[in-house]
Structures are given as structure tokens and as C-alpha cells.
């Protein structure tokens, strides 16, 4: 359910404002998306899995208040961060 190092390595790469950017939001979104859509995939075959499910809606309510923050400091860059992320707001 968690991301691999390389995979991690390779979101900071495509989504970082520079070299070694790790805490942009940017960043942090793509990480936090990319966990999202692996648990939505663990729940396609455990439906019961209750206490995942709390930590799932956790990660989307960290995601949307950092797309918040953003959105409150850069539109331009928080609408390019929706275009490339493909999340529906």
C-alpha cells in the first residue's frame, strides 16, 4: 500500500521546483495522490478493510488542505497542479 523509493524519487523529480525539492506542495500532493490510488486499488479487493479506509480519508483531507494553501497563495500553480495530477477540482 505505501510507495516504493524509486517511485518516490522519480514524483520528486517530475513534480519538484528544483533539484532535491522534497516539502514543496507540489511535491507532497503527488506523493499523498499516489498513495490515495493505491489504497483505492487495495479496496477494490478488501471492501471490510475499515481501519485502512479511516487512513485513506486521512490522506484525502491532508491533500485537500495543502491544494487549499496553495490555491490561497498561487492560483496559476495550483491549477497547473490539478491539470497534471487530473483531480477533478
Known amino acids: 500500500m505505501s510507495i516504493t523509493t524509486e517511485k518516490k524519487q522519480d514524483l520528486i523529480k517530475k513534480y519538484g521546483l528544483q533539484e532535491g525539492d522534497t516539502g514543496s506542495v ?8 499516489e498513495r490515495i490510488l493505491n489504497l483505492t486499488e487495495h479496496f477494490n479487493n478488501n ?5 485502512s479506509r479511516r487512513g485513506l480519508l ?3 483531507s491532508r491533500r485537500r488542505r495543502l491544494l487549499d494553501y496553495l490555491k490561497s497563495k498561487s492560483e496559476v500553480r495550483y491549477k497547473a497542479l490539478i491539470k497534471k495530477l487530473n483531480l477533478k477540482k
Not at 28 to 33: D, M, P, R, V, Y
Not at 47 to 51: A, F, G, N, R, T
Open 26 to 33: 507540489e511535491v507532497q500532493c503527488a506523493i499523498l495522490t
Open 47 to 51: 471492501k471490510k478493510d475499515y481501519s
Open 58 to 60: 486521512i490522506l484525502v
